[in-house]
């Protein structure tokens, strides 16, 4: 006798292992235990602004997962996806107040904290090496960035960086994520109604860096529920599986974690 099985849709994400979007929709992939092949975008070698990658997710940026060969972009809704291709174990809450609350949540995450994350990251990072190009190289790179948003990013690493007060002020309004995710735990557990959900996925890279940035926002001391909820983040299996492997000086190259 012979069992056959369905294969599923072929999944193949584009992604760098550090990136924030990319590591929500690693942590959705992993805690719906579903297999797939991870290709890194070269951040430092500007392969997110080569034709190719643009031909998959037009705003050159990272991650786009392809599903039997078709892609789809931005992490909350690509996580909104899986979920609902994928519904089990279920990460979007059923009753559709709460279910209106993770998606806000979600634009939160995308819209507020990622440009403040993103100012840190970007000095440590990439600043070093923008500073050097020259104004032919600067307007080449430039040229390639098919939205203003980031082209200005792009142009502030090169010639105007962030200041001490710009990184003070993106700080603070880390901090007040941290607030409000005491608040929402300290409530009912989670960050949505009273189960772990993609509202929690969807934190938890900014969790992350907010540490590595500032560990006493994160202590047990100054915030005991929020504490409390990133222990239980941090032991979830799919967290591990995840790799959110430290911010360093390789993770937006070609480097892959160790197995
Ligand atoms: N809203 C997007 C944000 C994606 C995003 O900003 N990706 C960053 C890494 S976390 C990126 O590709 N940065 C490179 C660049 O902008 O040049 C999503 O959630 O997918």
């Given at each position: 006798?012979?069992?056959e099985?369905t294969?599923?849709?072929?999944?193949?994400?584009y992604?760098?292992w550090?990136s924030?979007?990319?590591r929500k929709?690693?942590m959705?992939?992993?805690?719906?235990g579903l297999?797939?092949e991870?290709?890194?975008v070269?951040l430092?070698?500007?392969?997110?602004?080569?034709d190719w990658y643009?031909?998959l997710?037009?705003?050159?940026?990272?991650p786009?997962?392809?599903?039997d060969?078709r892609?789809?972009?931005?992490?909350?809704?690509?996580?909104?996806f899986?979920?609902?291709a994928?519904?089990e174990?279920?990460?979007m809450?059923?009753?559709?107040?709460?279910?209106?609350d993770?998606?806000?949540?979600?634009?939160?995450?995308?819209?507020t904290c990622?440009?403040?994350?993103?100012k840190?990251?970007?000095?440590?990072?990439?600043?070093?090496?923008?500073?050097?190009?020259?104004?032919?190289?600067?307007?080449?790179r430039?040229?390639a960035?098919?939205?203003?948003?980031?082209?200005h990013v792009?142009y502030?690493?090169?010639?105007d960086?962030?200041?001490?007060e710009?990184?003070?002020?993106a700080l603070d309004?880390?901090r007040?994520?941290?607030?409000?995710?005491e608040?929402?735990?300290?409530?009912?557990?989670?960050?949505?109604?009273?189960?772990?959900?993609?509202?929690d996925i969807?934190?938890t890279?900014?969790v992350?860096r907010?540490?590595?940035?500032?560990p006493e926002e994160?202590s047990?001391e100054?915030r005991?529920?929020?504490?409390?909820?990133?222990?239980?983040i941090?032991a979830?299996?799919a967290?591990?599986?995840?790799?959110m492997?430290?911010?360093?000086?390789q993770?937006?190259?070609?480097?892959?974690?160790?197995a």
């Amino acid at each position: 006798m012979t069992t056959e099985t369905t294969p599923g849709p072929s999944l193949v994400l584009y992604h760098a292992w550090a990136s924030s979007a990319s590591r929500k929709v690693r942590m959705c992939l992993a805690e719906k235990g579903l297999p797939f092949e991870a290709r890194v975008v070269d951040l430092n070698r500007f392969e997110h602004h080569q034709d190719w990658y643009k031909k998959l997710n037009p705003s050159g940026i990272v991650p786009a997962l392809m599903v039997d060969g078709r892609p789809l972009v931005e992490s909350n809704f690509i996580n909104e996806f899986l979920d609902e291709a994928w519904p089990e174990p279920p990460l979007m809450p059923a009753d559709p107040m709460l279910r209106h609350d993770a998606r806000l949540w979600g634009k939160y995450i995308d819209d507020t904290c990622l440009p403040a994350i993103q100012k840190h990251n970007w000095m440590h990072h990439f600043h070093p090496m923008a500073r050097e190009w020259s104004d032919e190289e600067l307007e080449r790179r430039l040229a390639a960035i098919p939205t203003a948003n980031r082209r200005h990013v792009w142009y502030r690493m090169a010639r105007d960086p962030y200041t001490a007060e710009e990184l003070e002020a993106a700080l603070d309004i880390l901090r007040d994520m941290m607030d409000r995710i005491e608040a929402r735990v300290a409530a009912t557990g989670w960050i949505t109604g009273d189960a772990y959900s993609l509202a929690d996925i969807a934190a938890t890279p900014y969790v992350i860096r907010t540490e590595e940035l500032a560990p006493e926002e994160v202590s047990p001391e100054k915030r005991p529920a929020a504490a409390g909820w990133w222990s239980g983040i941090k032991a979830r299996p799919a967290y591990k599986a995840a790799h959110m492997e430290p911010f360093n000086e390789q993770c937006w190259s070609g480097w892959t974690p160790p197995a």
